[in-house]
């Protein structure tokens, strides 16, 4: 049975209601997209190709050699979607810029037709009383710079940051809320040591690079945008977003300790430590070390990395038990180096496999605010699963439903402890190009129709709305 239809609104209720103590009525509510994964329109108005568009052309790379040339078409339907988005009742929108149609081959002066459709989706969102907030790079490097080298190359951070000025200076004066990079993580690790995300290369070395590249690339854009927005007397709230878990020792053990402190400190301290403290963690530099790899730290840089933030965003999707010895229980290494190991746990997934894990966003959250203190917004969670249309011709997602809901109350639970939480933005508005999975796994709160570009609303982002508009009727701080 599904617990949530729109004939069966009384437990919709039951389920916000559960979710809303512990969350404020100016608590922002949001859903988020991206620019590849939505927009189509791959080589219209000047837009030029990202290292997305030539990495879904590698045979093999991408579920059923798909791409985003048409995506959710987004790119002409935007007045359509931004409808959708205000009908559902969140303040805010959480959408990044495509860098090539912005600034095509990712050198020189802007492309007015790139910088017009944002424009555009400003207004929209404007007349429906929707807050925009930008992410300036999710992912789509444009092709030319990977050729010249990529995140390995430092170049590649001062071309960000001239993208990301040319970014502010025209929208800067209508939009407070300001993303940098979103999980830079991804970028570097996937792309280039695992090599199943673009530019898809395999090089440990490079990837670390492109770890201190990015972040400096990050703390040049914040630079400029706070040097212009305090000049202009713009509201500005900067902040960049990265993808984190928890990680959980298997046992007491000191291997598995170990294990922990090597996951958490290649997928978080590795970046907070420098954006935050402006240091690099001297553990995770000696393990890189180890491994024969240094970070390329000029003088100045770290300074640059700590540009101070306002916000940091949170993207989770799982926590995960890590660890440092075979499942037999027997020590063991990799080229003379300890290894981490993933375990697996009996629990419920998403089509992504993912664990579902939602009080380890609680932890998560509490375990932020206690190292670095910073406020944070979720700006990323959800799930993928093998949605069908019912007879009805509707989408009765309840485990989707559940997912939200159990991390929605984790979230309050992390208020709750002392966590600064500002926000939680849904992932994902609508169904769209996943990336390596091509359009196989659905995230949507709203789902597209490939064949026909239609957009329904599953029961999921009913349930979203119910929930927003009693948390906005219901104050309980
Ligand atoms: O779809 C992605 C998004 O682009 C970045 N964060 C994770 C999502 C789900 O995999």
Same mark, same amino acid.
């Given at each position: 049975m599904n @617990?949530?239809?729109?004939?069966?609104?009384?437990?919709?209720?039951?389920?916000?209601?559960? &979710? +809303? @103590?512990?969350l404020p009525a100016d608590f922002r509510w949001g859903v988020a997209t991206a620019a590849y994964q939505i927009e189509g329109a791959a080589a219209e108005d000047g837009r030029t190709p990202s290292i997305w568009d030539t990495y879904c052309r590698v045979p093999g790379m991408v579920v059923r050699g798909e791409n985003g040339d048409v995506a959710c078409d987004h790119y002409h339907r935007m007045p359509e979607d931004v409808r959708l988005i205000a009908d559902l009742g969140v303040d805010t929108y959480r959408f990044s810029l495509a860098w090539p149609r912005i600034q095509p081959g #990712?050198?020189?002066?802007?492309? &007015?037709?790139?910088? =017009?459709? /944002?424009?555009?989706?400003?207004?929209?969102?404007?007349?429906?009383? +929707?807050?925009? *907030?930008?992410?300036?790079? !999710?992912? %789509?490097?444009?092709?030319?710079?990977? =050729?010249?080298? #990529? *995140? @390995?190359?430092? %170049?590649?951070?001062?071309?960000?940051?001239?993208?990301? &000025?040319?970014? !502010?200076?025209?929208? #800067? %004066?209508? +939009?407070? !809320?300001?993303?940098?990079?979103?999980?830079?993580?991804?970028?570097?690790?996937?792309? /280039?040591?695992?090599?199943?995300?673009a530019p898809g290369r395999k090089d440990f070395g490079a990837a670390v690079r492109a770890v201190h590249h990015l972040l400096l690339g990050h703390g040049l854009a914040a630079r400029h945008i706070r040097g212009t927005a305090a000049a202009r007397g713009d509201a500005l709230e900067l902040g960049i977003t990265l993808n984190l878990g928890t990680a959980t020792p298997e046992t007491d053990s000191h291997e598995d300790a170990e294990a922990c402190r090597r996951a958490d400190g290649m997928g978080r301290r590795l970046y907070l430590d420098p954006l935050v403290k402006g240091v690099y963690p001297e553990d995770v530099v000696a393990d890189l070390a180890l491994q024969g790899v240094a970070l390329p730290v000029e003088e100045g840089d770290l300074e640059v990395i700590s540009t101070p933030l306002d916000v940091l965003g949170v993207n989770f999707y799982r926590g995960a038990l890590f660890s440092g010895v075979t499942e037999d229980g027997s020590p063991v290494d990799a080229d003379g180096l300890p290894v981490t190991r993933g375990v697996e746990r009996d629990l419920p997934r998403t089509a992504m496999d993912w664990e579902i894990t939602p009080t380890a966003l609680t932890d998560l959250l509490v375990g932020l605010e206690a190292d670095y203190g910073l406020p944070t917004?979720?700006?990323?969670?959800?799930?993928?699963?093998? =949605?069908? +249309?019912?007879e009805d011709g509707r989408i009765h997602d309840a485990d989707r439903t559940t997912y939200l809901a159990d991390h929605v109350d984790a979230v309050a639970a992390a208020r709750a402890a002392g966590a600064d939480v500002r926000g939680y933005f849904a992932w994902s508005l609508m169904d769209n190009f996943e990336w390596s999975y091509g359009y196989d796994k659905r995230f949507g709160i709203v789902r597209v129709d490939y064949d026909t570009q239609e957009r329904t609303l599953k029961d999921s982002a009913l349930w979203y709305r119910d929930t927003i508009r009693l948390t906005r009727n219901t104050d309980h701080d």
């Open positions: @617990p949530v239809t729109s004939r069966n609104q009384a437990y919709a209720r039951e389920i916000a209601a559960r &979710a +809303v @103590p512990g #990712g050198r020189g002066p802007a492309n &007015a037709k790139g910088l =017009d459709f /944002y424009k555009r989706l400003l207004d929209e969102l404007e007349a429906g009383d +929707v807050t925009p *907030w930008i992410t300036l790079y !999710h992912w %789509d490097l444009p092709q030319e710079l990977e =050729d010249a080298g #990529g *995140w @390995p190359a430092r %170049d590649t951070a001062y071309r960000f940051a001239e993208y990301a &000025a040319l970014a !502010h200076d025209a929208f #800067g %004066d209508r +939009v407070k !809320h300001w993303t940098t990079l979103n999980e830079p993580w991804c970028s570097a690790m996937l792309g /280039y040591a695992h090599g199943n995300q917004v979720v700006t990323e969670n959800g799930a993928a699963f093998d =949605d069908t +249309v019912a």
